[in-house]
């Protein structure tokens, strides 16, 4: 199977980290599929990515929420078979020495950590 039937999927794609390392897998002509929570920003994203011709799907992820991740597992696990050969889960740096605990940072942190184990699960299911 060729470079171009399969799939990078990167979590956080609209934005930061994220949306580098989906630029970086498009000029390379890597097909990408963006995932995020605000599917508007996603799709924004996703129309300048494309530019090039390369296919970039957006589809709505939440690390943070078991159910999100299900959902999205069943459907790449449905839409795309087994047409994904990278998983870039992007998360959030920081040095930690730096930052007062917080509730934003304790809920990042906690969402990054969650969302590594269920994104875990999710390639679980689709090895299944």
Do not use: W
Not at 20 to 49: D, F, H, S, W, Y
Not at 57 to 70: C, K, Q
């Amino acid at each position: 199977m060729s470079n171009h039937n399969l799939y990078a999927l990167v979590t956080g794609g609209n934005r930061g980290i994220g949306l580098e390392v989906c630029k970086q897998l498009v000029e390379r002509k890597k097909p990408v599929i963006l995932t995020c929570r605000n599917l508007e920003a996603g799709k924004a994203a996703a129309a300048e990515l494309s530019k090039n011709g390369t296919d970039v799907r957006v589809l709505s992820l939440d690390t943070g929420s078991a159910a999100s991740i299900s959902e999205l597992a069943q459907h790449i696990k449905s839409e795309y078979d087994q047409n994904i050969d990278l998983l870039v889960s992007r998360a959030d740096l920081c040095h930690v020495a730096a930052v007062q605990p917080s509730s934003s940072y304790c809920y990042s942190l906690q969402q990054h950590q969650h969302g590594l184990h269920f994104l875990q699960a999710a390639q679980d299911t689709l090895s299944a």
